[in-house]
Protein backbone atom coordinates (compact mmCIF):
# COMPACT_ATOMS: atom_id res chain seq x y z
CA UNK A 1 0.00 0.00 0.00
CA UNK A 2 0.84 3.71 -0.10
CA UNK A 3 -0.69 6.99 0.47
CA UNK A 4 -0.27 9.67 -1.85
CA UNK A 5 -0.14 13.63 -1.99
CA UNK A 6 0.07 15.77 -5.31
CA UNK A 7 -0.06 18.96 -6.13
CA UNK A 8 1.22 21.59 -8.63
CA UNK A 9 3.63 24.15 -8.53
CA UNK A 10 5.12 26.59 -11.04
CA UNK A 11 8.31 26.30 -12.70
CA UNK A 12 9.71 29.43 -11.30
CA UNK A 13 9.00 28.32 -7.28
CA UNK A 14 10.94 24.94 -7.87
CA UNK A 15 14.38 26.61 -6.64
CA UNK A 16 12.59 28.07 -3.63
CA UNK A 17 10.71 24.51 -2.82
CA UNK A 18 13.98 23.20 -3.18
CA UNK A 19 15.39 25.35 -0.57
CA UNK A 20 12.50 24.63 2.05
CA UNK A 21 12.99 21.04 1.09
CA UNK A 22 16.74 20.51 2.43
CA UNK A 23 15.90 22.24 5.47
CA UNK A 24 13.21 20.41 6.34
CA UNK A 25 14.56 16.48 5.24
CA UNK A 26 18.28 17.58 6.01
CA UNK A 27 19.95 17.62 2.70
CA UNK A 28 18.99 13.91 1.45
CA UNK A 29 18.28 14.87 -2.29
CA UNK A 30 18.45 12.64 -4.94
CA UNK A 31 18.05 13.18 -9.14
CA UNK A 32 15.14 12.04 -10.77
CA UNK A 33 14.89 10.88 -14.40
CA UNK A 34 12.49 8.01 -15.17
CA UNK A 35 11.27 6.87 -18.47
CA UNK A 36 7.83 5.70 -17.05
CA UNK A 37 5.91 3.52 -19.89
CA UNK A 38 2.17 2.50 -19.05
CA UNK A 39 1.11 -0.95 -19.82
CA UNK A 40 -2.23 -2.56 -20.72
CA UNK A 41 -3.61 -5.82 -22.30
CA UNK A 42 -3.66 -6.28 -26.15
CA UNK A 43 -7.41 -6.86 -25.69
CA UNK A 44 -9.02 -4.40 -22.71
CA UNK A 45 -12.70 -4.02 -22.88
CA UNK A 46 -14.28 -1.56 -20.51
CA UNK A 47 -12.54 0.49 -17.63
CA UNK A 48 -9.11 -0.85 -16.30
CA UNK A 49 -9.29 -1.30 -12.29
CA UNK A 50 -5.29 -1.13 -12.31
CA UNK A 51 -2.80 -0.38 -13.85
CA UNK A 52 0.76 -1.47 -14.49
CA UNK A 53 3.66 0.82 -15.39
CA UNK A 54 7.57 -0.06 -16.30
CA UNK A 55 9.72 2.13 -14.94
CA UNK A 56 13.50 2.26 -16.05
CA UNK A 57 15.21 4.91 -13.33
CA UNK A 58 17.81 6.39 -15.77
CA UNK A 59 19.65 8.37 -13.10
CA UNK A 60 21.22 4.99 -12.71
CA UNK A 61 24.23 3.01 -13.69
CA UNK A 62 23.43 0.55 -14.73
CA UNK A 63 19.72 1.70 -15.70
CA UNK A 64 16.99 -0.30 -13.03
CA UNK A 65 13.81 -1.34 -14.48
CA UNK A 66 10.74 -1.64 -11.68
CA UNK A 67 7.65 -2.79 -12.81
CA UNK A 68 4.38 -1.58 -10.45
CA UNK A 69 1.18 -2.51 -10.43
CA UNK A 70 -1.32 -0.05 -8.98
CA UNK A 71 -4.35 -1.17 -7.30
CA UNK A 72 -7.59 0.61 -6.88
CA UNK A 73 -7.81 3.21 -4.00
CA UNK A 74 -9.62 2.14 -0.64
CA UNK A 75 -12.89 3.27 -0.70
CA UNK A 76 -16.21 3.65 1.63
CA UNK A 77 -16.76 6.72 3.68
CA UNK A 78 -13.32 6.86 5.75
CA UNK A 79 -11.38 6.23 3.01
CA UNK A 80 -13.26 9.38 1.35
CA UNK A 81 -12.75 11.27 4.52
CA UNK A 82 -8.80 10.74 4.31
CA UNK A 83 -6.86 13.66 3.11
CA UNK A 84 -4.13 11.63 1.68
CA UNK A 85 -5.30 8.30 -1.34
CA UNK A 86 -4.19 5.34 -0.20
CA UNK A 87 -4.17 2.69 -2.85
CA UNK A 88 -2.63 -0.72 -3.05
CA UNK A 89 0.56 -1.39 -4.66
CA UNK A 90 3.05 -4.07 -5.80
CA UNK A 91 6.50 -3.26 -7.29
CA UNK A 92 9.16 -5.22 -8.35
CA UNK A 93 12.77 -5.02 -10.09
CA UNK A 94 13.46 -6.69 -13.09
CA UNK A 95 15.97 -7.54 -15.50
CA UNK A 96 16.28 -5.08 -18.55
CA UNK A 97 13.87 -7.51 -20.50
CA UNK A 98 11.22 -6.32 -18.78
CA UNK A 99 9.16 -4.45 -21.37
CA UNK A 100 9.93 -7.61 -23.92
CA UNK A 101 8.66 -10.12 -21.01
CA UNK A 102 5.52 -8.03 -20.74
CA UNK A 103 5.04 -8.06 -24.77
CA UNK A 104 5.75 -11.78 -24.97
CA UNK A 105 2.33 -11.99 -22.15
CA UNK A 106 -0.31 -10.12 -23.74
CA UNK A 107 0.72 -6.22 -22.81
CA UNK A 108 1.55 -3.20 -24.92
CA UNK A 109 2.67 -0.07 -24.19
CA UNK A 110 -0.62 2.64 -23.84
CA UNK A 111 1.51 5.78 -22.94
CA UNK A 112 4.90 6.46 -22.19
CA UNK A 113 6.45 9.45 -20.75
CA UNK A 114 9.49 11.05 -18.68
CA UNK A 115 9.82 12.25 -15.08
CA UNK A 116 12.77 14.97 -15.16
CA UNK A 117 13.11 16.12 -11.88
CA UNK A 118 14.83 15.79 -8.02
CA UNK A 119 13.46 14.09 -5.02
CA UNK A 120 13.79 14.53 -1.08
CA UNK A 121 13.60 10.99 0.80
CA UNK A 122 13.75 11.04 4.99
CA UNK A 123 12.80 9.31 8.01
CA UNK A 124 10.00 10.77 10.48
CA UNK A 125 7.71 8.25 12.04
CA UNK A 126 7.74 6.59 8.79
CA UNK A 127 9.39 7.26 5.16
CA UNK A 128 8.49 9.62 2.94
CA UNK A 129 9.69 10.74 -0.34
CA UNK A 130 9.07 14.17 -2.11
CA UNK A 131 9.21 14.03 -5.55
CA UNK A 132 9.58 17.44 -7.74
CA UNK A 133 9.21 16.25 -11.30
CA UNK A 134 9.03 18.05 -14.76
CA UNK A 135 6.19 15.86 -16.86
CA UNK A 136 7.68 15.42 -20.57
CA UNK A 137 6.12 13.46 -23.81
CA UNK A 138 8.02 11.66 -26.14
CA UNK A 139 7.72 12.90 -29.54
CA UNK A 140 8.83 9.56 -31.21
CA UNK A 141 8.41 6.32 -29.11
CA UNK A 142 11.11 5.80 -26.33
CA UNK A 143 13.18 9.18 -27.92
CA UNK A 144 14.21 10.07 -24.06
CA UNK A 145 16.84 12.75 -25.70
CA UNK A 146 14.17 14.36 -27.39
CA UNK A 147 11.41 14.71 -24.57
CA UNK A 148 10.04 17.81 -23.93
CA UNK A 149 7.62 19.21 -20.73
CA UNK A 150 3.98 18.57 -21.32
CA UNK A 151 3.45 22.02 -19.47
CA UNK A 152 6.78 24.03 -19.31
CA UNK A 153 6.01 26.30 -16.74
CA UNK A 154 4.37 23.88 -14.25
CA UNK A 155 5.97 21.21 -12.37
CA UNK A 156 4.29 18.28 -10.41
CA UNK A 157 4.62 17.28 -6.70
CA UNK A 158 4.19 14.12 -5.37
CA UNK A 159 4.34 13.40 -1.30
CA UNK A 160 4.67 9.50 -0.86
CA UNK A 161 4.94 7.07 2.08
CA UNK A 162 4.68 3.07 1.79
CA UNK A 163 1.93 2.18 4.37
CA UNK A 164 -0.07 -1.41 5.54
CA UNK A 165 -3.29 -2.07 6.37
CA UNK A 166 -2.37 -1.75 10.22
CA UNK A 167 -0.72 1.28 10.01
CA UNK A 168 -2.34 3.74 6.88
CA UNK A 169 -4.89 5.66 9.31
CA UNK A 170 -0.97 6.51 11.16
CA UNK A 171 0.48 7.51 7.79
CA UNK A 172 -1.91 9.69 6.20
CA UNK A 173 -1.43 12.36 9.14
CA UNK A 174 1.91 12.24 9.00
CA UNK A 175 1.69 12.78 5.28
CA UNK A 176 -0.67 15.93 5.92
CA UNK A 177 1.41 17.12 8.55
CA UNK A 178 4.28 16.93 6.23
CA UNK A 179 2.39 18.75 3.55
CA UNK A 180 1.69 21.47 6.11
CA UNK A 181 5.03 22.49 5.52
CA UNK A 182 4.90 23.07 1.95
CA UNK A 183 1.70 24.85 2.11
CA UNK A 184 3.33 28.52 1.37
CA UNK A 185 4.64 27.17 -1.94
CA UNK A 186 2.69 24.32 -2.91
CA UNK A 187 -1.31 22.90 -2.17
CA UNK A 188 -0.97 19.36 -1.64
CA UNK A 189 -4.12 16.94 -1.72
CA UNK A 190 -5.44 13.70 -2.94
CA UNK A 191 -4.46 13.11 -6.91
CA UNK A 192 -7.91 13.77 -8.40
CA UNK A 193 -9.03 16.43 -6.18
CA UNK A 194 -7.17 19.45 -8.15
CA UNK A 195 -6.33 22.31 -4.94
CA UNK A 196 -4.31 24.77 -7.84
CA UNK A 197 -1.17 26.76 -7.65
CA UNK A 198 -0.92 29.42 -4.25
CA UNK A 199 -1.43 32.37 -5.26
CA UNK A 200 1.12 34.11 -2.90
CA UNK A 201 3.79 31.25 -3.69
CA UNK A 202 5.83 34.27 -5.32
CA UNK A 203 5.82 35.97 -2.01
CA UNK A 204 6.33 32.66 0.06
CA UNK A 205 9.63 31.82 -2.30
CA UNK A 206 11.36 35.60 -2.60
CA UNK A 207 11.55 35.16 1.12
CA UNK A 208 12.91 31.69 1.25
CA UNK A 209 15.77 32.63 -1.41
CA UNK A 210 16.89 35.80 0.22
CA UNK A 211 16.98 33.78 3.71
CA UNK A 212 18.87 31.14 2.05
CA UNK A 213 21.31 33.81 0.16
CA UNK A 214 21.82 35.53 3.53
CA UNK A 215 22.48 32.12 5.24
CA UNK A 216 25.14 31.21 2.52
CA UNK A 217 26.97 34.71 2.97
CA UNK A 218 27.79 34.26 6.27
CA UNK A 219 29.25 30.51 6.36
CA UNK B 1 19.26 -5.45 -9.07
CA UNK B 2 20.12 -4.74 -5.53
CA UNK B 3 22.13 -7.65 -2.95
CA UNK B 4 22.90 -10.63 -5.30
CA UNK B 5 23.04 -14.19 -3.51
CA UNK B 6 26.54 -15.73 -4.16
CA UNK B 7 25.51 -17.39 -7.79
CA UNK B 8 28.47 -20.29 -8.75
CA UNK B 9 29.54 -21.41 -11.84
CA UNK B 10 26.92 -24.45 -12.02
CA UNK B 11 25.74 -28.01 -14.19
CA UNK B 12 22.31 -29.38 -13.66
CA UNK B 13 22.72 -32.70 -14.45
CA UNK B 14 20.67 -35.70 -14.34
CA UNK B 15 20.94 -39.19 -13.31
CA UNK B 16 20.35 -40.85 -16.55
CA UNK B 17 18.89 -45.17 -15.78
CA UNK B 18 20.46 -47.37 -18.38
CA UNK B 19 17.75 -49.53 -20.69
CA UNK B 20 15.17 -51.04 -18.86
CA UNK B 21 16.49 -49.63 -15.34
CA UNK B 22 14.35 -47.83 -13.24
CA UNK B 23 14.80 -44.61 -10.62
CA UNK B 24 13.97 -45.12 -6.83
CA UNK B 25 14.14 -43.81 -3.85
CA UNK B 26 16.90 -46.46 -3.26
CA UNK B 27 19.16 -44.57 -6.31
CA UNK B 28 19.17 -40.98 -4.84
CA UNK B 29 20.08 -43.22 -1.48
CA UNK B 30 22.87 -44.91 -3.56
CA UNK B 31 24.28 -41.29 -5.39
CA UNK B 32 24.26 -39.72 -2.02
CA UNK B 33 26.42 -42.54 -0.90
CA UNK B 34 29.12 -42.09 -3.95
CA UNK B 35 29.45 -38.51 -3.50
CA UNK B 36 30.22 -39.71 0.67
CA UNK B 37 32.37 -41.92 -0.82
CA UNK B 38 34.77 -39.01 -2.04
CA UNK B 39 34.67 -37.23 0.81
CA UNK B 40 31.94 -35.09 0.32
CA UNK B 41 30.67 -33.63 3.63
CA UNK B 42 26.67 -32.84 3.91
CA UNK B 43 26.11 -29.19 4.65
CA UNK B 44 22.80 -29.32 4.46
CA UNK B 45 19.01 -29.53 2.55
CA UNK B 46 18.28 -27.70 -0.80
CA UNK B 47 14.65 -26.91 -2.30
CA UNK B 48 13.87 -25.26 -5.93
CA UNK B 49 10.13 -25.25 -7.19
CA UNK B 50 9.43 -25.10 -10.94
CA UNK B 51 5.97 -24.32 -12.31
CA UNK B 52 3.84 -24.12 -15.74
CA UNK B 53 1.77 -21.75 -16.55
CA UNK B 54 -0.81 -21.74 -19.30
CA UNK B 55 -2.90 -18.43 -20.36
CA UNK B 56 -6.30 -17.58 -18.17
CA UNK B 57 -8.79 -17.30 -20.63
CA UNK B 58 -12.13 -17.19 -19.60
CA UNK B 59 -13.59 -16.54 -22.83
CA UNK B 60 -12.51 -18.30 -25.91
CA UNK B 61 -12.99 -15.29 -28.32
CA UNK B 62 -11.53 -12.96 -25.76
CA UNK B 63 -8.33 -14.97 -25.56
CA UNK B 64 -5.57 -12.56 -25.74
CA UNK B 65 -1.81 -13.20 -28.09
CA UNK B 66 -0.01 -14.03 -25.29
CA UNK B 67 3.18 -16.92 -24.92
CA UNK B 68 0.98 -19.87 -24.40
CA UNK B 69 3.39 -21.40 -21.86
CA UNK B 70 5.43 -19.14 -19.11
CA UNK B 71 7.66 -21.71 -16.91
CA UNK B 72 8.77 -19.93 -13.73
CA UNK B 73 11.75 -21.23 -10.95
CA UNK B 74 12.17 -20.47 -7.29
CA UNK B 75 15.15 -21.21 -5.81
CA UNK B 76 15.16 -21.52 -1.99
CA UNK B 77 18.80 -20.04 -1.50
CA UNK B 78 18.09 -17.12 -3.41
CA UNK B 79 14.83 -16.50 -1.60
CA UNK B 80 14.13 -12.64 -2.88
CA UNK B 81 14.47 -13.64 -6.43
CA UNK B 82 11.96 -15.38 -9.03
CA UNK B 83 12.74 -16.12 -12.78
CA UNK B 84 10.82 -16.54 -15.34
CA UNK B 85 11.56 -18.64 -18.99
CA UNK B 86 9.72 -18.01 -22.07
CA UNK B 87 11.25 -20.95 -24.39
CA UNK B 88 9.22 -20.02 -27.72
CA UNK B 89 10.71 -16.53 -27.12
CA UNK B 90 14.01 -17.37 -26.14
CA UNK B 91 13.91 -15.24 -22.65
CA UNK B 92 15.34 -15.82 -19.30
CA UNK B 93 13.89 -12.61 -16.83
CA UNK B 94 15.24 -11.88 -13.39
CA UNK B 95 12.82 -10.29 -10.87
CA UNK B 96 11.91 -9.64 -7.56
CA UNK B 97 9.98 -12.26 -5.44
CA UNK B 98 6.38 -9.99 -5.30
CA UNK B 99 6.71 -10.23 -9.01
CA UNK B 100 4.35 -13.10 -8.72
CA UNK B 101 2.04 -11.06 -6.34
CA UNK B 102 1.79 -8.71 -9.62
CA UNK B 103 1.32 -11.79 -11.64
CA UNK B 104 -1.38 -13.46 -9.46
CA UNK B 105 -3.41 -10.09 -9.76
CA UNK B 106 -3.16 -9.45 -13.28
CA UNK B 107 -4.99 -12.69 -14.00
CA UNK B 108 -3.04 -13.21 -17.40
CA UNK B 109 -1.80 -16.86 -16.20
CA UNK B 110 -3.04 -19.59 -14.43
CA UNK B 111 -0.66 -22.12 -12.80
CA UNK B 112 -1.30 -25.51 -14.35
CA UNK B 113 1.59 -27.62 -12.48
CA UNK B 114 4.46 -27.45 -10.26
CA UNK B 115 7.82 -29.80 -10.21
CA UNK B 116 9.80 -29.97 -6.52
CA UNK B 117 13.02 -30.84 -6.65
CA UNK B 118 14.87 -30.99 -2.73
CA UNK B 119 17.52 -33.19 -1.51
CA UNK B 120 21.06 -32.52 0.13
CA UNK B 121 23.94 -30.46 -0.73
CA UNK B 122 27.40 -31.28 0.00
CA UNK B 123 30.69 -29.84 -0.32
CA UNK B 124 33.19 -31.09 -1.69
CA UNK B 125 36.95 -29.03 -1.96
CA UNK B 126 36.21 -26.29 -4.57
CA UNK B 127 32.97 -28.13 -5.47
CA UNK B 128 29.20 -27.65 -3.85
CA UNK B 129 27.11 -30.84 -4.57
CA UNK B 130 23.13 -31.00 -4.92
CA UNK B 131 21.24 -34.34 -5.48
CA UNK B 132 17.86 -34.67 -4.96
CA UNK B 133 14.40 -35.88 -6.56
CA UNK B 134 12.30 -34.30 -8.67
CA UNK B 135 8.30 -34.89 -7.72
CA UNK B 136 5.37 -33.22 -8.82
CA UNK B 137 4.08 -30.81 -5.58
CA UNK B 138 0.98 -32.55 -4.01
CA UNK B 139 2.48 -36.23 -5.29
CA UNK B 140 4.67 -38.46 -4.42
CA UNK B 141 6.06 -40.56 -7.27
CA UNK B 142 9.68 -39.89 -8.37
CA UNK B 143 9.83 -37.98 -11.79
CA UNK B 144 13.71 -38.31 -11.44
CA UNK B 145 16.73 -37.19 -9.93
CA UNK B 146 18.75 -34.14 -10.37
CA UNK B 147 22.49 -33.56 -9.63
CA UNK B 148 24.00 -30.41 -9.78
CA UNK B 149 27.80 -29.56 -9.50
CA UNK B 150 28.86 -25.62 -8.46
CA UNK B 151 32.42 -24.56 -9.09
CA UNK B 152 33.04 -21.30 -6.60
CA UNK B 153 37.02 -20.62 -7.98
CA UNK B 154 35.99 -18.68 -11.87
CA UNK B 155 32.93 -17.47 -13.32
CA UNK B 156 33.01 -18.00 -16.89
CA UNK B 157 31.07 -20.91 -18.54
CA UNK B 158 34.37 -21.57 -20.94
CA UNK B 159 37.17 -21.60 -18.51
CA UNK B 160 35.14 -23.93 -16.13
CA UNK B 161 33.72 -26.24 -18.89
CA UNK B 162 36.83 -28.81 -18.35
CA UNK B 163 36.93 -28.62 -14.69
CA UNK B 164 33.67 -29.52 -14.41
CA UNK B 165 33.63 -32.69 -17.03
CA UNK B 166 36.61 -33.93 -14.93
CA UNK B 167 35.21 -33.91 -11.86
CA UNK B 168 31.87 -35.10 -13.49
CA UNK B 169 34.38 -37.91 -15.16
CA UNK B 170 35.46 -38.77 -11.65
CA UNK B 171 32.09 -38.79 -9.76
CA UNK B 172 31.33 -41.26 -12.38
CA UNK B 173 33.40 -43.41 -11.66
CA UNK B 174 32.66 -43.27 -7.65
CA UNK B 175 29.18 -44.72 -9.56
CA UNK B 176 30.39 -47.56 -11.38
CA UNK B 177 32.35 -48.55 -8.40
CA UNK B 178 28.62 -48.96 -6.43
CA UNK B 179 27.32 -50.83 -9.67
CA UNK B 180 24.90 -48.67 -10.37
CA UNK B 181 22.89 -49.01 -13.37
CA UNK B 182 23.37 -45.90 -15.09
CA UNK B 183 25.10 -42.70 -15.44
CA UNK B 184 25.41 -38.72 -15.31
CA UNK B 185 23.61 -36.89 -17.76
CA UNK B 186 24.20 -33.70 -19.10
CA UNK B 187 21.11 -31.26 -21.15
CA UNK B 188 22.85 -28.27 -21.73
CA UNK B 189 20.24 -25.34 -22.85
CA UNK B 190 22.21 -22.93 -25.71
CA UNK B 191 22.74 -20.00 -23.18
CA UNK B 192 23.98 -17.58 -26.56
CA UNK B 193 19.94 -18.11 -27.64
CA UNK B 194 18.70 -17.06 -24.29
CA UNK B 195 20.53 -13.78 -24.56
CA UNK B 196 23.16 -15.08 -21.73
CA UNK B 197 26.64 -14.14 -21.73
CA UNK B 198 29.69 -16.22 -20.97
CA UNK B 199 29.47 -14.76 -17.13
CA UNK B 200 27.76 -17.26 -15.40
CA UNK B 201 24.51 -15.62 -13.09
CA UNK B 202 21.44 -17.20 -11.29
CA UNK B 203 19.58 -16.92 -14.84
CA UNK B 204 21.56 -19.39 -16.08
CA UNK B 205 20.79 -21.66 -13.45
CA UNK B 206 17.09 -20.83 -13.83
CA UNK B 207 17.15 -22.11 -17.50
CA UNK B 208 19.24 -25.02 -16.81
CA UNK B 209 15.88 -25.80 -14.17
CA UNK B 210 13.46 -25.23 -16.48
CA UNK B 211 14.84 -27.39 -19.16
CA UNK B 212 15.58 -30.26 -16.81
CA UNK B 213 11.63 -29.48 -15.72
CA UNK B 214 10.40 -30.16 -19.07
CA UNK B 215 12.41 -32.86 -19.65
CA UNK B 216 11.38 -34.84 -16.74
CA UNK B 217 7.66 -33.91 -17.79
CA UNK B 218 8.12 -35.15 -21.16
CA UNK B 219 9.85 -38.63 -19.84
CA UNK B 220 6.45 -39.24 -17.73
CA UNK B 221 4.45 -38.47 -20.51
CA UNK B 222 6.00 -40.99 -22.73
CA UNK B 223 6.17 -43.58 -20.08
Known amino acids: MECVVQGIIEAQHVEALDVLLQGLCEGQREAVKTHEICLKKSLETGTVASELHLLCDLSKRPQIWTVKHIGGAMRGTGAEQLPALVRNIVESKMSNNALRFFYAVGYKMDYELLRDGFAYRFQRAFPITVTVTSVCRLPKQHSIDEATPVTPNIQLVEVTAPATADNFSDVVPAISSFAEHLSPLVNLSKPGSFAGIVSTASTAAASLLSRSDRLEHRV | ?223
Open chain 2, 1 to 223: MGSQSVCLDSRVLHWQPSAGAQVTSQTLVDLFRSIESMNGVRTGRWQITAAQHRPFTRDQAMAIDCAKELLGVAFSEFASKHYFVLRAERMVVEADSSIQAIMEKLQVYRNRLSMVFEGFQYQLGDFQLKAGRAVLSQAENLRGIVLEVEYSPVSSIEKTRQMMQEFVDLWQEAISAQSMSGRISLLEPNFAEYALSDTYTWQHTALQYIFLFAYFLSQSQRA
